[in-house]
């Protein structure tokens, strides 16, 4: 049992470039969720997904977009990448929501230049 | 402004001590969860507490979620420098549609 894993672990990007961040799990969960961690903030919700096929917006999902096109994928898209957009990047899945403990990832760490 | 708020931010203190640090908000949430991040790795989860007023043990570790459902405390007893993390509070917002977490409270136990 891998968990969740992400892909890669660490990237540069320079202004407007683009890039997709994979989160895969093998638990069978239902649930699955893409934050972003900066310095004093805690973490906070971008998007997140209830099952295949669904999408729904998080706290701060403006410039990212995301697809779930296979129950244990969950990917994260830049389309246009900024200086904002520095940050480590966590997924997590969970079976279902009320209560259900989130399993993380190990993190994406994203500069942009 | 953040919806959940933790205190205090930063604590360091000698192995042995006890401590205890809080969660709070101005909202009633259904229930919270507290997590355990250490560096380089994703948070983990510690404990759910779902009733007003309802206290869980995990070893030398007691959470408490306050009767009105807005505030929760963490208190350790004989702090041990593998306590040493990142703590962070988190639960659905009122409207079910945002998770968030608090800005979390960085513990460091010297030995």
């Known amino acids: 049992n891998a968990g969740v894993t992400q892909t890669p672990k660490f990237r540069v990007l320079k202004t407007g470039q683009s890039m997709t961040l994979l989160c895969a799990q093998d638990?069978?969960?239902?649930?699955m969720y893409w934050y972003r961690q900066d310095p004093g903030m805690g973490l906070r919700l971008i998007h997140y997904?209830?099952?295949?096929?669904?999408?729904a917006k998080g706290e701060v999902p403006d410039g990212y977009n995301v697809s779930r096109l296979k129950k244990q994928n969950f990917l994260l898209g830049l389309e246009s990448a900024a200086p904002s957009q520095t940050s480590v990047y966590f997924c997590?899945?969970?079976?279902?929501?009320?209560?259900?403990?989130?399993?993380f990832g190990p993190g994406t760490r994203l500069t942009v230049t | 402004t953040q919806l959940l708020e933790q205190s205090p931010q930063f604590l360091s203190i000698q192995e042995g001590e006890n401590l205890t640090v809080y969660c709070n908000s101005s909202?009633?949430?259904?229930?919270l969860q507290w997590y355990r991040q250490e560096p380089g790795e994703g948070p983990v989860l510690l404990v759910t507490?779902?009733?007003?007023?309802e206290v869980k043990k995990l070893k030398r570790l007691t959470f408490q979620f306050g009767d009105a459902r807005k505030d929760s405390s963490l208190h350790i007893t004989a702090a041990q420098p593998g306590d040493t993390g990142l703590y962070l509070c988190?639960?659905?917002?009122?409207?079910?549609?945002?998770?968030?977490f608090g800005p979390g409270t960085r513990l460091s136990v010297l030995p």
């Open positions: 997590a899945s969970s079976y279902t929501r009320t209560g259900d403990e989130q399993y």
């Open positions: 638990m069978n969960h239902e649930y």
């Open positions: 997904s209830v099952g295949e096929g669904t999408t």
């Open positions: 909202s009633v949430f259904s229930s």
């Open positions: 507490v779902v009733t007003g007023g």
């Open positions: 988190a639960g659905w917002d009122n409207y079910g549609q945002n998770f968030v």
